[in-house]
């Protein structure tokens, strides 16, 4: 196929890129506001005005879109709303009809499963929507703008929901564990029990390239999570295994980490490592006969062990 990918600069389109190229596949790579090229679109600097742009490429099949505003969490730019909503809604919105113009087969939109409620019971494609930040809000209005923008057209859309992505060059939370896990002194995480999904990015690059081929995949809505589902405490002790060292995990009250980093600005951070969200992917198994590589577990510890 060939393949129009945005996002392809960030931690999940360079795993995506390759794996694509891996397989065959002819990408063009979507570049805002640069120099177009071989294999290269140059495309507005803002997307939501890529309705008018002149040099839309040739023969375009599918589309992988997981370009997408995303600040830091706890920044003043990730309670943006408006901000987030002109580039996660309204340049997907843009792109999608620009893709229902052009004819392209398939189109995919990479959302996130925080449009969902956090909840210690397992969650589907059926459970309360609640978004749970300004991003994810813009997300799951991206989602309804991609439909729309679809709806009447010979083009199919898919999207995918993931969890938080872990894999070499990642950032956030889980790539903020590992780091404190390469640290040779024990850690007061012990207490952390509440329990959450995550993916590993090569198994989230494989529900995509599903998501772009498979037929069973249009008009669909898919969670991406791998199992199982694990605490906070869980995944230090796993990183720390790749690393081939002992968890050396303190238990102080969370409650007690949340004021202290609260002082610091992180208190966010520290809240989420104690909410649990556990996800149910089995749509997306049984639909596209997905499944991750490895467990949750012995992915991360991968992560730490090809670092070393």
């Known amino acids: 196929l060939r393949i129009l990918l945005t996002g392809s600069s960030g931690f999940i389109g ?15 790579v979507l570049r805002r506001g640069g120099p177009g090229g071989d294999g290269v679109f140059a495309a507005p600097a803002n997307l939501a005005d890529i309705e008018t742009a ?17 600040p830091e969490r706890g920044t003043a730019d990730a309670a943006d709303f408006a901000a987030l ?9 843009a792109l999608a009809r620009r893709a229902a113009r052009e004819g392209v087969r398939r189109m995919v939109f990479v959302s996130t499963a925080n449009v969902h409620a956090a909840s210690p019971d397992p969650v589907d494609e059926s459970s309360l929507i609640a978004p749970q930040s300004a991003y994810a809000r813009s997300k799951h209005e991206g989602e309804h703008a991609f439909w729309q923008a679809l709806s009447g057209s010979a083009s199919t859309g898919c999207v995918l929901r993931p969890v938080p992505v872990f894999g070499p060059g990642g950032r956030g939370g889980i790539a903020a564990l590992a780091k404190l896990a390469r640290m040779p002194v024990p ?3 012990g207490g952390f029990a509440a329990s959450r999904s995550l993916v590993a990015v090569d198994d989230l690059v494989q529900a995509i390239v599903l998501a772009l081929t498979a037929e069973q995949a249009a008009g669909e809505t898919f969670l991406v999570a791998g199992d199982p589902p694990l605490s906070t405490a869980a995944i230090v002790t ?8 002992p968890p050396r995990l303190i238990r102080v009250p969370p409650a007690l980490l ?8 992180r208190e966010a951070m520290v809240a989420t490592l104690d909410t ?18 490895l467990s949750t577990p012995d992915a991360l510890a991968a992560m730490t062990t090809d670092a070393r």
């Open 276 to 293: 649990p969200f556990i996800v149910d992917a089995g749509h997306l198994r049984h639909t596209l006969g997905w499944a991750p590589a």
């Open 54 to 70: 002149a040099n839309w490429p040739r023969g375009i099949d599918a589309i992988a879109h997981l370009a997408a505003a995303n």
């Open 238 to 245: 796993a990183l720390r295994h790749g690393l081939g060292r």
């Open 14 to 28: 360079r795993h995506l890129e390759a794996a694509l190229a891996a397989g065959g596949h002819d990408i063009v």
């Open 187 to 189: 850690l007061p995480l």
């Open 85 to 93: 909503a002109a580039v996660n809604r309204d340049g997907t919105a």
């Open 258 to 265: 949340r004021k202290l980093a609260g002082l610091a600005g």
